[in-house]
């Protein structure tokens, strides 16, 4: 600490280093909120993740800021003072800045800068989102900073540039390695929301409107949906059961015969199964083969590549890579009118984690729902029910958002909940995070502040 003391007490001597890191920090500070918003809106990431993870997030995002401007304000101060070139304090300098950036984003569509390490997953395929990798990074920051120290405080002893390459590329292989670890390594689990469902601080009424204590039945059944994923490999039996169990919600013996054995029962879903159904219905569209996969925005927004995503990279439950199980089998056949209809419906439901329509399912609710309007479809379901399916899908997985919907809608429109035009409120206008956002600060401009339901489905598994 003494020589650090020294360090910074000669860097800092001059105010234009001083200016130098401020400006550094700042920049890095709004590249971090810039790569946020690219996906989803600050205050939704407020209500999405629970208090623990966002405050978490803020602080390993401030520390890794300080580091970035302490340690390129050191470079620069070599550079000029020393007049040394610091080609191992440059190198680990610059991966350091490069994981800190990773992880940068909501745990949904953070994490586009991993396929560059060739891990073809998203934040949501961490067991803390992407949190392990703003710590690496702040480790790595703090031993170029000291190399940095060294050399400023000329007690630099020739460090080895073949240690500082191999403590580099030993946390890379940290990163790759951690998306594949076996779930029972996984056992703190994610600190994202937890896919419970609440009542807790809502009003009774405007609830049971969003998420009816009866559920929503859609006119579709089953059907061996679930043996076929099994024998495809899309999903693991061993890991998906086990993913429940250690989120202390175990399947029921009638989900696990949907998956297992298929079942003619109508899809319903409810307070206490909509996680089964998003992360059952998740798979689902991403092994069923359709156009939207294969020639739709996801793979204009990939450049061709679309294992980068949330709902691609971010599948942890299959039995291999889940990019090996991509648009694979038609797990649901639809004939070419079917899939159009699919096509037309999809690119008109927004969802609030994001700014993206169904037909570009780039996180876990958005293929979860994809996959259920193809199931209509395919079972002869009207435009209409399709709409209306996705309007009470959309409200059990994401509870809070439409909360705040439906007392946005009752108090400036006087319309319920249940009566609201599905095409009008899953329209980008107030569906996507954008346009929940401008309804929540509506609501907040008006003074009706009202606290919303916590849970609905989590970003990963």
């Known amino acids: 600490m003494k020589e650090i003391r020294k360090t910074l007490d000669k860097v800092y001597k001059q105010p234009s280093y001083i200016a130098l890191s401020g400006f550094i920090f700042t920049t890095f500070v709004l590249l971090d909120y810039f790569l946020l918003t690219r996906t989803t809106s600050w205050q939704q990431f407020i ?4 208090p623990t993870f966002t405050v978490l997030t803020i602080v390993l995002s401030m520390l890794n800021n300080i580091f970035i401007a302490l340690v390129m304000t050191a470079l620069v101060f070599v550079f000029e003072k020393v007049k040394q070139k610091s080609h191992i304090e440059m190198a680990n300098s610059s991966m350091g800045v490069f994981l800190s950036l990773v992880s940068v984003g909501c745990a949904v569509c953070g994490g586009f800068l991993l396929p560059v390490l060739g891990i073809a997953a998203s934040l949501t395929a961490f067991p803390f989102q992407g949190l392990e990798i703003k710590l690496l990074s702040i480790i790595l920051l703090y031993y170029s900073f000291t190399i940095l120290t060294a050399r400023i405080n000329g007690h630099f002893k020739n460090q080895s540039f073949k240690r500082s390459f191999l403590i580099g590329l030993a946390l890379v292989l940290v990163v790759y390695a951690i998306p594949r670890m076996k779930i029972e390594y996984k056992a703190f689990g994610s600190l994202a929301a937890k896919p419970v469902n609440t009542e807790e601080g809502a009003s009774g009424e405007i609830f049971e409107q969003i998420n009816p204590s009866e559920g929503y039945e859609l006119k579709a059944t089953f059907g061996d949906l679930g043996p076929r994923m099994l024998s495809m490999g899309v999903v693991d039996k061993d890991k998906f059961i086990q993913v429940y169990e250690q989120n202390e919600q175990p399947l029921s013996e009638q989900q696990l015969k949907i998956l297992t054995q298929g ?42 590549q679309a294992g980068g995503f949330a709902s691609t990279g971010g599948w942890s439950l299959a039995k291999s890579d889940p990019m090996d199980y991509y648009a694979k089998e038609a797990l649901i056949p639809m004939t070419a009118d079917q899939e159009a209809l699919v096509e037309s419906v999809a690119s008109n439901i927004y969802r609030p984690c994001c700014g993206n329509s169904t037909a570009f399912p780039d996180c876990n609710h958005g293929m979860a729902l994809l996959s259920v309007l193809q199931l209509l479809a395919s079972q002869g379901a009207t435009e209409d029910e399709m709409y209306q399916a996705g309007k009470y899908f959309s409200a059990f997985w994401f509870p809070s958002n439409y909360y705040d919907l439906a007392i946005y809608f009752q108090s400036k429109e006087q319309t319920e909940f249940k009566d609201l035009d599905p095409r009008k409120l899953l329209s980008a206008e107030y569906s996507s995070s954008q346009g929940w956002g401008r309804a929540k600060q509506w609501l907040q401009d008006q003074g009706i502040v009202e606290q919303p339901p916590r849970g609905g489905g989590g970003c990963g598994v």
Do not use: H, P
Not at 265 to 287: D, P, Q
Not at 290 to 300: F, P, Q
């Open 47 to 50: 209500q999405e993740n629970n």
């Open 263 to 304: 079942s003619n029962e109508r899809v319903k879903i409810t307070r206490e199964n909509s996680y089964f159904l998003l992360n059952f219905f998740w798979a689902a569209g991403l092994g069923n083969k359709s156009r939207v996969l294969t020639e739709g925005d996801i793979m204009k927004y990939g450049n061709g």
